[in-house]
């Protein structure tokens, strides 16, 4: 496969971040190969099924089906325009000189907004051809308008607002779905806490690599815009990926790992990945808003309904759900695993 090990890969994996460039670094110095710590498993890059029916469209000014809530949304109440500019906003600060971005590139925890590419960089077993400029919203009021980068500051306060308004009315559905009160979930601290605004450059080896991983969210729920081609959703049923064309003015919502949890698996947090953008292509952008806890938030979660059957994981914090997330990186394998409780043991005949 061509990839670094040892003392080597970290090395590159170092010299990589140092030069606080992102991937579009890359792309600007004229690579016509991708570096190593770019090479993924050959058996994480197989292709979708060609199936444009699967991902459902919902009206949500329609009848809504409250069990049915995953997929593109359509008539969400946030104007195009307002989508249009957030894009344009991202796509205006990915694309200014490296010298402008310097500035917000960290790894720094602490920082609010921050700038990089590969939040797991050092964890993964593989990079991802992909840059994240990356706002913590919580605790409110949230970043300072001189924390976020000139190219964004116009039109991030708007978007939050419009996306937190979206995402507690479907939340209300969902808490509605599991038979509980409409604010239910929201009440679980499941308010807009992370959006994270992605740009994955043309790549000259797409075949090679991934713009992101197979995972799946530590969230409640995820409210992802994209503008173009490249997202892949796992079907449970068949094991195979199938492409989520973009489709304009929709946002695409998926059910998060924490959903999944409290819900005790009534709700399956959606597994998916991005595609590397080939060469001869744009650049792919999308926005996405995670609604979750705060990470400093000491709720205890279990799962709030044990029907049919009996409780399928075990309880967990916020600080150490997203402890384990991130120390594995998006390595392809859910974090819900290290929380489910084993099925008894059969006794013995």
């Given at each position: 496969?061509?990839?670094?090990?040892?003392?080597?890969?970290?090395r590159?994996?170092?010299?990589?971040?140092?030069?606080?460039?992102?991937?579009?670094?890359?792309?600007?110095?004229?690579?016509?190969?991708?570096?190593?710590?770019?090479h993924?498993?050959?058996?994480?890059?197989?292709?979708?099924?060609?199936d444009?029916?699967?991902?459902?469209?919902?009206d949500?000014?329609?009848d809504v089906d409250?069990?049915?809530?995953?997929?593109?949304?359509?008539?969400?109440?946030?104007?195009?325009?307002?989508?249009?500019?957030m894009?344009?906003?991202?796509?205006?600060?990915?694309?200014?000189?490296?010298?402008?971005?310097?500035?917000?590139?960290?790894?720094?925890?602490?920082?609010?907004?921050?700038?990089?590419?590969?939040?797991?960089?050092?964890?993964?077993?593989?990079?991802?051809?992909?840059?994240?400029?990356?706002?913590e919203?919580?605790?409110?009021p949230?970043?300072?308008?001189?924390?976020?980068?000139?190219?964004?500051?116009?039109?991030?306060?708007?978007?939050?607002?419009?996306?937190?308004?979206?995402?507690g009315?479907?939340?209300?559905?969902?808490?509605?779905?599991?038979?509980?009160?409409?604010?239910?979930?929201g009440?679980?601290?499941?308010?807009?806490?992370?959006?994270?605004?992605h740009?994955?450059?043309?790549?000259?080896?797409?075949?090679?690599?991934?713009?992101?991983?197979?995972?799946?969210?530590?969230?409640f729920?995820?409210?992802?815009?994209?503008?173009?081609?490249?997202?892949?959703?796992?079907?449970?049923?068949?094991?195979?990926?199938?492409?989520?064309p973009?489709v304009a003015?929709?946002?695409?919502?998926?059910?998060g790992?924490?959903?999944?949890?409290?819900?005790?698996?009534?709700?399956?947090?959606?597994?998916?990945?991005?595609?590397?953008?080939?060469a001869?292509?744009?650049?792919?952008?999308?926005?996405?808003c995670?609604?979750?806890?705060d990470?400093?938030c000491?709720?205890?979660?279990?799962?709030?309904t044990?029907?049919?059957?009996?409780?399928?994981?075990?309880?967990?914090?916020?600080?150490e759900?997203?402890?384990?997330?991130?120390?594995?990186?998006?390595?392809?394998?859910s974090?819900?695993?290290?929380?489910?409780?084993?099925?008894?043991?059969s006794?013995?005949?």
């Amino acid at each position: 496969m061509g990839s670094s090990s040892g003392s080597d890969r970290l090395r590159d994996l170092q010299a990589f971040d140092d030069t606080k460039a992102g991937v579009k670094g890359l792309v600007d110095a004229g690579v016509t190969t991708i570096p190593a710590i770019f090479h993924h498993h050959p058996l994480l890059l197989d292709d979708a099924e060609e199936d444009a029916d699967v991902i459902p469209v919902i009206d949500l000014q329609a009848d809504v089906d409250r069990g049915h809530l995953v997929g593109q949304v359509v008539n969400h109440g946030i104007p195009g325009e307002l989508l249009e500019e957030m894009l344009a906003a991202v796509r205006r600060f990915n694309e200014q000189p490296a010298e402008g971005k310097k500035a917000w590139y960290s790894r720094d925890s602490g920082r609010r907004v921050k700038f990089n590419s590969n939040f797991d960089l050092f964890q993964s077993p593989a990079a991802n051809w992909r840059d994240t400029l990356l706002l913590e919203l919580t605790p409110r009021p949230g970043p300072a308008a001189e924390e976020i980068p000139p190219a964004c500051r116009g039109v991030v306060g708007e978007y939050v607002e419009a996306v937190q308004r979206l995402g507690g009315a479907l939340l209300e559905l969902l808490s509605e779905a599991l038979g509980l009160p409409p604010e239910y979930l929201g009440g679980l601290g499941g308010g807009l806490a992370t959006m994270a605004a992605h740009y994955y450059p043309p790549c000259p080896e797409p075949h090679l690599t991934l713009g992101t991983t197979r995972h799946s969210d530590p969230s409640f729920l995820t409210v992802l815009l994209q503008e173009s081609k490249g997202l892949q959703v796992l079907m449970r049923q068949r094991q195979r990926w199938v492409d989520v064309p973009p489709v304009a003015g929709a946002l695409v919502v998926n059910i998060g790992d924490l959903l999944q949890l409290v819900s005790n698996d009534l709700f399956r947090s959606v597994e998916h990945r991005v595609l590397a953008t080939t060469a001869a292509a744009e650049p792919r952008l999308s926005v996405a808003c995670f609604f979750r806890p705060d990470y400093a938030c000491t709720r205890v979660y279990a799962p709030v309904t044990t029907t049919p059957p009996p409780p399928l994981y075990r309880s967990t914090t916020m600080p150490e759900f997203l402890s384990h997330y991130r120390a594995k990186g998006l390595d392809g394998r859910s974090a819900l695993h290290h929380f489910r409780i084993p099925p008894p043991s059969s006794p013995p005949h």
